[in-house]
């Protein structure tokens, strides 16, 4: 009997977890790149089997499919939590899934020539929008506040969680369409292209582990902002002087913007790599 109230709780956890990662932009954007350096014969297989529509196009759909109860068994599959100073052989096995166990569970669908062709496209599909959340950091996240869902900020006086702020927010500063912004992370990264396309999705989990620090660094001599990190405790207030006269939002954004940009880019390079060495 406990080991069953255990595997609840567990359960019970996982699914409370608000699963959205990058925002629609953010996943367009991740689409677009992959796009640019899918070899002409992924591009071609792509063009089919998505009907003539691209990446980005689709990249949402594995979002948009949550309103339909039929596919609520996929709502884990977005994320996964891992301890500070863990790895995820030591997260608990979450039994509905997560986000490493489906891409590698699709990725082999998607290899499997033998599958149903409808089955390939849905794990196609799926897959384009995984690898963006699994480079959202914050969906490799810390349980206890359900990767930043339940760490609050005070973002120039108004409350936003930090999930959020790294799904959208931070992405709409940039204010450019998703192809601009994809273009200049094309141009800004592109030269390094081999560096980033690591296809060990372990190393994926370990890249966005190594930005906690970064994404969590709110209370600062710059901008007097602080955090807690209990549930019912964790608003962080900032004091007017802080920053210099800017605003906490234009530091934060300064001091990540070039990471989050990152990691849009390797999820966009290794996405294509992935289908490259799978149609």
């Known amino acids: ?19 959205f990662a990058w925002g629609p932009e953010g996943h367009k954007i991740v689409g677009e790149v992959a796009q640019k350096y899918l070899s002409p014969a992924a591009k071609a297989k792509v063009a089919v089997m998505l009907k003539n529509k691209t990446l980005a196009d689709e990249a949402n759909w594995a979002d948009s499919i949550k309103s339909n109860p039929e596919w609520d068994y996929t709502r884990t599959w977005h994320y996964v939590n891992i301890a500070d100073n ?5 997260a608990p096995l979450n039994p509905a899934g997560d986000v490493v166990e489906a891409i590698g569970r ?29 480079h959202q950091p914050l969906h490799a996240g810390r349980g206890e506040d359900r990767g930043g869902n339940d760490t609050e900020v005070n973002w ?13 927010v931070l992405i709409e ?3 450019k369409t998703y192809k601009q912004y994809a273009a200049d992370l094309i141009n800004t990264f592109g030269n390094n292209i081999k560096e980033y396309q690591q296809s060990d999705i372990l190393i994926w989990v370990k890249d966005d582990m190594g930005c906690r620090d970064l994404i969590y660094k709110i209370k600062n001599k710059e901008t007097g902002t602080g955090v807690s990190s209990h549930r019912n405790d964790n608003r962080v207030e900032r ?28 999820a966009g390079v290794r996405l294509a790599n992935l289908l490259n060495q799978s149609l």
Do not use: C
């Open 156 to 168: 120039d006086g108004v409350t936003k969680n930090l999930h959020y702020i790294w799904d959208t």
């Open 106 to 134: 699709l990725h082999k669908e998607l290899m499997d020539k033998n599958l149903a062709e409808e089955k390939r496209i849905e794990a196609l599909k799926f897959l384009v929008h995984f690898v963006g959340d699994i």
């Open 86 to 90: 863990a790895n995820y052989g030591d």
């Open 239 to 266: 004091d007017s002087g802080g920053g210099q006269g800017q605003k906490f939002s234009q530091i934060y954004a300064a001091r990540v913007m070039p990471t989050l940009d990152l990691q849009l880019f390797k």
């Open 1 to 19: 009997m406990k080991k069953i109230s255990l595997v609840l709780t567990i359960f019970l956890s996982f699914s409370s977890y608000q699963s």
């Open 173 to 175: 500063m940039k204010n």
